[in-house]
């Protein structure tokens, strides 16, 4: 069981708009603004694509987004397309016994 | 170009160790914090260790506490964990990936993996 929730499947059209929730609790999600986002295909290394909850690395397209309340973050892809099938899976700073948590990972089929 | 490259991934048994190592190149490797993250076949991400760029100050998943010895040698631009006491479950890829200079833990770059397989 991961630290972090996430719901196991979403999908979504072609130009579509899709969420992605990730629920944790006040010692990880909603204590810290330190929440990160990790898109990953199949046989591949995971990839940053959003971090500090809202901010996209150089590279990362502007369709994706981020955001938080409470203790829950969330990744909106929007303008689906293809390439964006992929799993992926959110990740929080935790203090300093925890460390770092992950959820168990998201897998967006675009139909 | 950033590149971080895994090996020393194989077959072992239970109880028994393995040394992984990670060449980074590209950066400068001394003034980065370093990670350890695994996936088990076909299940999500697990981090696993850490340690900073400074004081090298080393923190370990309560799953693998007291049996991972996390390390670097600044002049080799390598990353190591050192796995003792090996379990079926401790089966997966590990990725060594850098912390981002930001505050908070990011993972900004990944190697392509190694893979760890305990098995009798």
Redesign the interface.
């Known amino acids: 069981q991961?630290a972090l929730t996430q719901p196991r499947s979403v999908s979504g059209s072609p130009g579509q708009s899709v969420t992605i929730s990730c629920t944790g609790t006040s010692s990880d999600v909603g204590g810290?603004?330190?929440v990160?986002w990790?898109q990953?295909h199949p046989g591949k290394?995971?990839?940053?694509m959003i971090?500090?909850v809202s901010?996209r690395?150089s590279g990362v397209p502007y369709r994706f987004s981020g955001s938080k309340s409470g203790n829950t973050a969330s990744l909106t892809i929007s303008g689906l397309q293809a390439e964006d099938e992929a799993d992926y899976?959110c990740?929080s700073?935790a203090g300093?016994y925890t460390?770092?948590?992950?959820?168990?990972?998201t897998k967006l089929t675009v139909l | 170009e950033v590149q971080l490259v895994e090996s020393g991934g194989g077959w072992v048994q239970p109880g028994g160790s393995l040394r992984l190592s990670c060449a980074a190149s590209g950066f400068t490797f001394r003034s980065y914090s370093m990670n350890w993250v695994r996936q088990a076949p076909g299940k999500g991400l697990e981090w696993v260790s850490y340690i900073s760029s400074g004081d090298s100050t080393t923190y370990y998943a309560d799953s693998v506490k007291g049996r991972f010895t996390i390390s670097r040698d600044n002049a080799k631009n390598s990353l190591y964990l050192q796995m003792n006491s090996l379990r079926a479950e401790d089966t997966a890829v590990y990725y060594c990936a850098r912390d981002d200079e930001n505050p908070g833990i990011d993972f900004d770059y990944w190697g392509q993996g190694t893979l760890v397989t305990v098995s009798s």
């Not at chain 1, 290394?45 to 940053?48: C, G, I, V």
């Not at chain 1, 460390?99 to 168990?104: D, K, T, Y």
Request: aromatic share 30%; hydrophobic share 25%; charged share 15%.
């Open positions: 991961s810290y603004n330190y990160s990790y990953q290394a995971p990839k940053l971090y500090d901010k690395p899976y990740c700073y300093r460390f770092v948590v992950f959820g168990g990972g």
